[in-house]
C-alpha cells in the first residue's frame, strides 16, 4: 500500500487566491512526522513546512500552513494569496519514528501553475 | 556555512562505466541520505547512513554502493551503470536531535541529472 497518496497531479490557482494540495499518509507508528516539501523548475527540494504526530496544533509558516487531520490521516498544504512564485511541484512526506533511520517517504507531488 | 553540496551536477555515461557522485555537508548532521527521482515517481530512497561508519539500503539499492567515513561526506558510486539509473539524484542531511520543530527535517543538495546512454 502507498504510504503517501497525492492524488492531483496538477492544480491550477489563480494569482492571490489560496489553494490546498491534497496529502493523505498510511502509518501504525504512533510517532511520525509530515512534511511538505517544493520543487521549483530549477530543481532544487525546499522545505517548506514540518507537522509532528502529537503537535495539537496545525503547523504554520508564514503563507503555508499545514492542514493535519490525524483521525482521517491527512496533512493537507494550504497556501494562502498565492503568488507567480509558488507555480512548482509539491511534495508530501512522511517520517516514521519507529526504526533509527530518519529516513522520508515521498508521495508523487502535485504540480502547481499559479495564473496571473 | 554551505548547507549540502553536490558534485556534479551533470553527467553522461556510457552502459557500463561506473563514477562517483559526491556528497557533503557542513551541518554537523548525523543523518545522510541518497535518493533518485523519476518522472512521476517522486523520491525514492536508495542508501541511507545514521552516522560515521553506519550504512544501510533503502528502497532501491541495487547497483550502487556508499560508504560514510566522516560525518560530512557519503559518497554514491555506480559500479557499473545502466540506462535505467537515467535519474535526478538528491543527497540529503537532517538533524539527529531527539526532540525539537525540525526533528527529521531533510536538508537537500542540489541534485546530480545523470543520463546513461
Known amino acids: 500500500a502507498q504510504k503517501i497518496t497525492q492524488t492531483q497531479p496538477g492544480m491550477f490557482v489563480q494569482e492571490k487566491e489560496a489553494v490546498t494540495l491534497d496529502c493523505t499518509y498510511d502509518t501504525s507508528d504512533p510517532s511520525y512526522g509530515l512534511f511538505w516539501y517544493k520543487q521549483p523548475s530549477s530543481g532544487e527540494m525546499i522545505f517548506l513546512i514540518y507537522q509532528g504526530s502529537y503537535d495539537q496544533q496545525n503547523a504554520t509558516e508564514g503563507r503555508y500552513s499545514l492542514n493535519f487531520q490525524k483521525a482521517r490521516k491527512s496533512a493537507n498544504l494550504v497556501i494562502s494569496a498565492s503568488q507567480l512564485g509558488d507555480s512548482a511541484m509539491y511534495f508530501c512526506?512522511?517520517?516514521?519514528?519507529?526504526?533509527?533511520?530518519?529516513?522520508?517517504?515521498f508521495g508523487s507531488g502535485t504540480q502547481l501553475t499559479v495564473l496571473p | 556555512n554551505a548547507g549540502v553540496t553536490q558534485t556534479p551536477k551533470f553527467q553522461v555515461l556510457k552502459t557500463g562505466q561506473s563514477m562517483t557522485l559526491q556528497c557533503a555537508q557542513d551541518m554537523n548532521h548525523e543523518y545522510m541520505s541518497w535518493y533518485r527521482q523519476d518522472p512521476g515517481m517522486g523520491l525514492r530512497l536508495i542508501h541511507y547512513s545514521v552516522g560515521a561508519g553506519i550504512t544501510d539500503q533503502g528502497e532501491v539499492p541495487n547497483g550502487y554502493n556508499v560508504s560514510r567515513s566522516t560525518t560530512e561526506d557519503f559518497p554514491l558510486r555506480l559500479l557499473s551503470a545502466a540506462p535505467s539509473q537515467t535519474s535526478v539524484y538528491f543527497c540529503a542531511s537532517s538533524y539527529s536531535g531527539l526532540a525539537g520543530p525540525r526533528v527529521g527535517t531533510q536538508y537537500f543538495g542540489p541534485g546530480t541529472r545523470l543520463t546513461v546512454l
Open positions: 512526506a512522511m517520517r516514521e519514528d519507529s526504526g533509527s533511520a530518519r529516513q522520508l517517504t
